[in-house]
């Protein structure tokens, strides 16, 4: 068995590796395409139909807790074939001009999505194969901020080398960082017990459980909050206070701090506190950052607005993600998981394409109180989730 130093690094870089895609996504990829003519309708459009594979998930974690490829394992094997997938559309992307050739730039990046899903999905079943139930919300908190370490990173390489007109570089960059993980994976070996495990239908029988419809309504309006005005804060920004190319990627490494302190501090605070108390807290905080943010006039109260904002992101995520890892069952753990996620991230596709619209149709600060509104809605929900998860065993006593 790996020790937890290697577990919780192996974990960190795979998250860093997305961070450092979704770094690219978080900062530019709005105003690259609004640089090609295109509207933040399309920008809306083109980010839901990306997001398509994180639903495919689903069938992504069935087959990796079904089929041990060529003997290599249930999880290993995946995770080679998903950063394949997403070096080589990382190296032909910048041949795709998006403004003469829209479809197939939306194609490549959902592909590119596709290997991302696919790796994703087999680190999260591999999470929860090898993570005692203690450490849940900590190797959580690992992950989220592995993630956005990546997303600090190259937000702040990508804004600089896209301020010089390097696009070519800045794709080749990500797929550069993309192959960083693959000497923890090459190291990585799968416990016996759970290339062994019995695969049973019958674990899906959860999925009746009131508890579980209502942390996967939770994790819909949640990403649907933090995803849809995450893609408009930049261009927001940009409208608002005129900036640039590299100070939009240096918002977004701020964002990224922001986020690493809000998935460590909360994986902490949970394992302290539990989950009752801080859910509430999450909710409201996300609600003021959003709001704050709609009142923004200059450039020193963006940088604030920014890391606010990105704690909030890191909090909600971590929540959300410790909570799904406590309630799978260990039979079919990266497929319940992957559900519970895929939901989550139906919740980010449909937040972005209305942000969009409303965006378009209302204007920025509109569209971006209607989202701070939404965060009450979730209140009741965590309300009759905890009542009704106190009634049935899966979370430890104590993070309730």
């Given amino acids: 068995m790996h020790s937890r130093v290697f577990r919780y690094t192996m974990f960190g870089s795979l998250y860093f590796t997305q961070g450092t895609v979704l770094g690219y996504f978080a900062s530019l990829n709005a105003l690259y395409l609004l640089d090609h003519g295109l509207t933040m309708e399309n920008v809306g459009i083109m980010s839901m139909i990306a997001l398509l594979p994180f639903v495919l998930k689903i069938f992504m974690g069935l087959l990796s ?17 998903g950063l394949g997938i997403q070096t080589l559309c990382l190296i032909i992307v910048p041949y795709v001009n998006p403004g003469t050739h829209f479809p197939w730039f939306v194609f490549v990046a959902f592909m590119l999505q596709a290997g991302m899903a696919l790796y994703d999905t087999c680190t999260d079943g591999m999470a929860i194969d090898t993570t005692p139930p203690e450490e849940e919300s900590i190797i959580q908190g690992f992950m989220v901020g592995g993630r956005a370490i990546g997303t600090i990173l190259s937000a702040t390489l990508v804004g600089i080398l896209a301020y010089q007109g390097n696009w070519n570089y800045v794709f080749w960059l990500l797929a550069i960082l993309t192959l960083l993980p693959l000497p923890f994976v090459i190291r990585m070996s799968e416990e016996k017990e759970v290339g062994e495990r019995e695969f049973k239908w019958a674990a899906f029988a959860q999925f009746k459980n009131v508890s579980i419809i209502l942390l996967s309504i939770i994790g819909f309006l949640t990403f649907f909050i933090i995803a849809g005005v995450n893609q408009v804060m930049n261009p927001f920004f940009t409208e608002k206070l005129d900036i640039n190319y590299q100070i939009a990627g240096s918002v977004a490494s701020l964002w990224g701090i922001g986020v690493v302190l809000g998935g460590m501090l909360t994986g902490w605070l949970i394992k302290k506190f539990g989950y009752k108390r801080m859910i509430y807290f999450v909710i409201l905080f996300a609600a003021v950052s959003i709001g704050f943010m709609s009142t923004v006039q200059s450039a020193g109260l963006m940088w604030v607005i920014a890391a606010l904002f990105g704690y909030a992101y890191g909090s909600y995520q971590t929540t959300y993600y410790a909570l799904s890892m406590a309630n799978v069952d260990k039979n079919v753990a990266a497929t319940m ?29 509109p569209a971006l109180l209607v989202f701070a509104a939404i965060n009450f809605l979730v209140i009741p929900i965590a309300f009759l989730f905890i009542r009704k998860h106190n009634q049935q065993p899966g979370l430890q006593p104590q993070a309730v």
Avoid: E, T
């Fill in 337 to 365: 998981y992957s559900i519970l996620m895929a939901i989550s991230n139906i919740g980010q596709g449909v937040g972005m394409a209305i942000i969009g619209m409303l965006v378009v149709n209302q204007g920025y600060v």
């Fill in 65 to 81: 807790d079904k089929v041990n490829l060529f003997g290599w394992g249930h999880r290993r094997p995946y995770i080679f074939i």
